[in-house]
């Protein structure tokens, strides 16, 4: 007999949390506690060797957290899922579980700024080299694959340049070198993308985005999908005895979330990346709404880029949720649908643009995205400024570029508020 | 055939006696992990190598055939090969589950098993599965694939 299979929209809401064994709390309890007590020294012994499962430091697992961690890896549909304190942190946890000295990354150049510079300055500080690639072309990523490449990163929607990752080409690419690719699943969400079934190995997100979608609370998370070869020689720090854990062997130990654990084990332990249980609990709010949420954020996306599109103030618009958008058909095949998330320019040049983020009534200029409220920013000034021009432009930023996350207030005042913001600017 | 949730929680629930094939004596190794884990979940181990005579305080003995009292599942650690007699004796002893350890896959033991009655669960860990359906799994992020109203009880 095969196991009823839930859809996303169920398991935003009931995966990875039963009622509490001891008071039948419907809602998950916030377990906010540091540590959890031995019931004696020969349960400490175990659980300090990974015997048995259990609860030891909130560094390590917390049992709120964990509620977040299976629910993203169902809706993911992964193995297993670890997180962390941030987005950032989720791909420093998987990068360095994965990586050290001497080894060698191919990335998408089409990321977000935070990550062009963990991997182009940041890991680079530690030996680990990385080229980037158009993400928009899977032979360029196979052309920059070296005798000591590890590890494929990309995003599956790129942040802000909308760029659309072939994500089967590209896992194609990484295995056969024998390495994993990493998708950056923040844009779409797990309920609009999943990476994983398409063919990657990792995903990570910044659960601060669209899993939270309240803006309210920074978060991360690491899945696998638990089909990754571990032992096709490649990667001795999952085979071999781990010297940061006692001897552990993770893949041999724990077979398909071997990964996981070792993250866990070895990342979350020693870097200490943690995410707090209150921030677990404030993002599982958010994702027992996700599905209907990224369902509105595209509708209204859709309509913004439509306006946007036959406005003659604007000079471009990234959309790939627009039937004339290049990679399109692309996205219709791996996605449920194209985010919330756009970039335009304003006829006219930066200034115009500029005094566009400076003239909107309701929505706000910061650089967070994925929140329930429209914002707007300026990536090549914020979130893209440490990068030089030709990394500006590899990113998809361009000086002009405007980047929306369209929230859910009434398309119509979002639209009122875009035109207010537009003749504004188009006022010489 | 693959076995269900509730199939799985059946044969965790009714097997209490646990005889364990290829049981190592090194603390480190998977299979001492998992029935090191049993022991501490009420579950008799019957320790089964003949390299041993002792191991998590249990006698070991060199056969299937030469446990004295009645065992209710044969967990397997070794290779898929060496499984079609194994399932054998687990019929010939009276035992009512046959379990391949994750990474165990004999089809013909699977047959065996099945052919004479016996439940049979294969390429999965027991230890795992127990953890996964009563709780313990998800304390560390693995998704268990449960949906339920109810609290684990």
Redo the contacts between chains.
């Keep these: 007999m095969a196991d009823h299979v839930f859809k996303p929209e169920t398991l935003a809401i009931h995966a990875g949390q039963i009622p509490d064994t001891q008071t039948g709390a419907r809602a998950l309890p916030i377990y906010q506690t540091t540590s959890f007590v031995f019931d004696s020294a020969d349960h400490a012994a175990s659980l300090f060797n990974l015997q048995t499962f259990g609860n030891v430091y909130s560094r390590l697992s917390n049992p709120t957290v964990a509620a977040l961690e299976e629910r993203v890896a169902a809706l993911e549909d992964g193995r297993a899922a670890v997180a962390c304190s941030s987005g950032m942190a989720a791909e420093a946890l998987a990068l360095t579980t994965l990586l050290q000295a001497g080894d060698h990354v191919v990335a998408a150049g089409a990321l977000y700024g935070g990550t062009v510079t963990m991997l182009a300055v940041n890991l680079r500080k530690f030996g680990i080299e990385t080229s980037f690639v158009d993400a928009r072309d899977p032979q360029a990523f196979a052309a920059a694959m070296r005798p000591n490449t590890r590890a494929v990163f990309a995003e599956s929607l790129g942040n802000p340049s909308l760029v659309v990752l072939d994500i089967a080409a590209v896992a194609e690419v990484a295995h056969a070198h024998g390495v994993p690719l990493i998708v950056d699943n923040t844009v779409p969400s797990p309920f609009l993308c999943n990476p994983l079934a398409l063919g990657a190995d990792i995903v990570v997100h910044s659960a601060t985005k669209y899993l939270a979608g309240h803006g309210t609370t920074l978060g991360g998370i690491v899945v696998e999908s638990g089909r990754f070869p571990w032992d096709n020689g490649r990667f001795p720090g999952m085979t071999e005895p781990s010297p940061g854990y006692h001897g552990v062997k993770f893949h041999e130990t724990f077979g398909d979330f071997g990964f996981t654990m070792r993250c866990r084990m070895e990342g979350l332990r020693v870097f200490g990346a943690a995410l707090a249980p209150t921030s677990a609990w404030q993002i599982l709010q958010g994702v027992e709404t996700l599905p209907l949420r990224m369902e509105r954020h595209g509708a209204n996306a859709l309509a913004v880029a439509r306006y946007l599109r036959d406005d003659p103030r604007v000079s471009f618009v990234h959309y790939p949720g627009l039937p004339d958008h290049p990679q399109h058909a692309l996205l219709r095949r791996q996605m449920r649908g194209a985010s919330g998330l756009l970039s335009f320019g304003v006829q006219g040049g930066i200034e115009r643009g500029i005094r566009f983020i400076e003239s909107a009534q309701f929505m706000s200029h910061l650089v967070n995205i994925g929140d329930t409220r429209t914002l707007i920013s300026h990536p090549a000034s914020t979130t893209h400024r440490q990068l030089d021009e030709a990394q500006q432009r590899a990113a998809g930023v361009l000086p002009q570029t405007i980047r929306i996350s369209v929230g859910l207030e009434h398309v119509d005042d979002i639209l009122w508020d875009i035109d207010q913001a537009l003749a504004a600017a188009s006022r010489a | 055939m693959?076995?269900?949730?509730?199939?799985l929680r059946r044969i965790l629930q009714s097997c209490r006696t646990i005889a364990v094939v290829g049981l190592s004596a090194e603390?480190?190794r998977?299979s001492?992990?998992a029935a090191?884990?049993l022991q501490?979940h009420g579950y008799r181990i019957v320790p089964v190598n003949p390299r041993y005579d002792e191991i998590l305080g249990e006698r070991c003995y060199p056969r299937l055939e030469d446990i004295p009292a009645k065992v209710d599942m044969v967990d397997v650690f070794r290779r898929s090969a060496d499984l079609p007699p194994i399932a054998r004796s687990a019929v010939a002893i009276g035992a009512s589950c046959l379990w391949q350890q994750?990474?165990v896959t004999s089809d013909e033991a699977d047959r065996i098993a099945r052919e004479a009655g016996l439940d049979s669960v294969m390429d999965r860990?027991v230890k795992?599965e127990h953890?996964r359906l009563f709780?313990?799994?998800?304390?560390?992020?693995?998704?268990?694939?449960?949906?339920?109203?109810?609290?684990?009880?």
Excluded at chain 2, 2 to 7: M, Q, R
Excluded at chain 2, 135 to 153: E, K, P
């Design positions: 693959d076995v269900d949730i509730a199939g603390w480190h998977p001492h992990f090191k884990y501490a994750l990474g860990c795992i953890a709780g313990g799994l998800n304390w560390v992020g693995v998704n268990t694939r449960v949906i339920s109203a109810r609290r684990q009880v």
